[in-house]
């Protein structure tokens, strides 16, 4: 299957919180779940990804998250700074990259 | 860093025009990659290439769309007769490595926006 999903389309969070991205996939077989991010205006960028093995991944101010067990994705976002504002997406790791409709992160002072 | 270049950034078509766009993907890189997203929708898949071959396809890579790598650096994407629905952001992106060795991380382009009149 080729379906992720997003749990929420628009998430506001005030400078400095931490925020909380959710995604539900349906593809067991992925080796791989990678999130990435789109700035207005721009094409999608990596974040980071995090193997099928693992549950916790950690990178510079994120955190993925992988519950199996539900078909769960999270993207955890360390002190959230006007420069994260952006569309994110997570995939399944496939030949083609499929996206979701992603959540809108939109931080305010 | 290494990035995917996109040529022109935007450019405007009278409908039943031929359009190219253009790309140059990482140089090391052996997947390529065409994906559109009209605006205020999400990216959506239109075809994968490697080996000088396309790898897979999406239903809206009709017989209008075509790809081609020309040379050893770029990776053009051709829309025989453009649509008004065609009008959309286009990007190109590029892999190191498909599936089977670590995520197939893709690098995109800043994309060139295609306005169909």
């Known amino acids: 299957g080729e379906s992720v999903g997003l749990h929420l389309p628009t998430l506001s969070v005030q400078e400095g919180d931490n925020s909380i991205i959710n995604c539900a996939y349906s593809?067991?077989?992925?080796?791989?779940f990678i999130w990435y991010k789109q700035e207005s205006g721009k094409g999608p960028q990596f974040i980071i990804d995090i193997r099928s093995n693992m549950d916790k991944r950690q990178g510079q101010r994120v955190t993925v998250l992988l519950n199996k067990t539900v078909k769960h994705l999270s993207l955890q976002i360390a002190a959230t700074q006007p420069g994260d504002s952006a569309v994110y997406f997570c995939?399944?790791?496939?030949?083609?990259?499929?996206f979701g409709t992603g959540t809108r992160l939109q931080v305010f002072p | 860093e290494p990035e995917v270049t996109q040529t022109p950034s935007h450019q405007v078509t009278q409908m039943g025009q031929e359009v190219i766009l253009r790309c140059v993907p990482i140089?090391?890189?052996?997947?390529f990659y065409w994906y559109r997203q009209i605006l205020g929708q999400k990216v959506e898949f239109l075809v994968s290439?490697?080996?000088?071959?396309?790898?897979?396809k999406s239903e809206i890579f009709d017989d209008q769309f075509s790809v081609e790598r020309p040379d050893g650096s770029n990776f053009t994407l051709k829309i025989r007769s453009t649509k008004l629905e065609d009008s959309a952001m286009y990007f190109c992106a590029s892999s190191a490595r498909g599936r089977g060795s670590g995520a197939n991380v893709l690098t995109f382009g800043a994309g060139s926006r295609l306005t169909v009149l």
């Open positions: 593809n067991s077989a992925s080796d791989y």
């Open positions: 995939a399944e790791d496939t030949d083609k990259l499929i």
């Open positions: 140089s090391n890189h052996l997947y």
């Open positions: 290439f490697y080996n000088n071959e396309i790898s897979e």
